[in-house]
């Protein structure tokens, strides 16, 4: 059962699923595996290392990556701190970048190394960004420090707080902000849930970015159903 208290938040789905399919495949990216319970805890570390900054309630993480098991992480681990995350399209042009992160007001950027040369031209457009932190070495040395246990901040956080602002495309303009509560991606991962009928013998191959509705939300209805989800990140090689 979900945290009565708690039912509609995000972290919960983890929280729970870390319990009932504890050491179960959760996440498989490239030659790396992740239980359910590896990445609560993970997601835990993150956290706590996020509020370790002194960052205030509602000050928003920007997340700038491909398909990677950092970038789950840290939608766990960003619901569990009051913290706001934006994901930011990583095909994003510079100009469009640094666009959508000073709109959402984000004060941290963490990004894909791959992303290093974006991040380095773009950083004197985005000065209320005051902490950096690239994907790999840097992002383990972040959060391996801290406590992997449950951010007392989690206990706070509310259905209907603000947890994500994610941009559209900005095919016809600028990138457009969403407004979305931890409540609208659990309702959703619950409908589709029953709707699909995933399980927990499932297993998906993502395809779709996680920067996107399309790679969030089949994400959290495994999380929610216990199910595996393997990260795809790249072009396509047939020789694979």
């Keep these: 059962m979900l945290d009565g208290r708690h039912m509609i938040l995000l972290w919960n789905v983890l929280k729970r699923s870390a319990v009932v399919y504890g050491n179960r495949v959760a996440l498989v990216d490239g030659e790396k595996k992740f239980t359910y319970r590896e990445v609560n805890s993970r997601a835990n570390r993150l956290a706590n290392a996020l509020l370790k900054l002194g960052l205030e309630r509602g000050s928003r993480v920007a997340f700038m990556s491909g398909n990677r098991h950092e970038f789950v992480e840290g939608y766990f681990g960003i619901s569990k701190t009051g913290l706001v995350i934006n994901p930011v399209n990583a095909f994003f042009s510079q100009e469009d970048a640094a666009y959508v992160i000073n709109h959402s007001d984000a004060v941290v950027l963490i990004y894909q190394q791959e992303l ?3 991040v380095d ?3 004197k457009n985005i000065p209320q960004v005051k902490h950096f932190i690239s994907l790999g070495d840097e992002y383990e040395s972040f959060i391996q420090n801290a406590s992997d246990g ?3 901040e989690q206990e706070l956080t509310e259905e209907d707080d603000l947890y994500m602002i994610m941009y559209t495309s900005g095919a016809t303009g600028r990138p457009k902000g969403v407004a979305v509560t931890q409540r609208n991606i659990v309702l959703n991962a619950i409908s589709m849930a029953f709707e699909i009928g995933i ?7 993502l395809v779709m970015p996680l ?3 399309g790679g969030l939300w089949p994400t959290v209805v495994h999380f929610l159903r216990g199910g595996t989800v393997i990260l795809y990140e790249g072009s396509f090689n047939p020789e694979k």
């Design 211 to 213: 920067f996107h509705n």
């Design 150 to 152: 449950d951010p007392k």
């Design 199 to 205: 399980g927990p013998d499932d297993t998906t191959l």
């Design 121 to 123: 031209k773009i950083k």
């Design 116 to 118: 290093k040369d974006l």
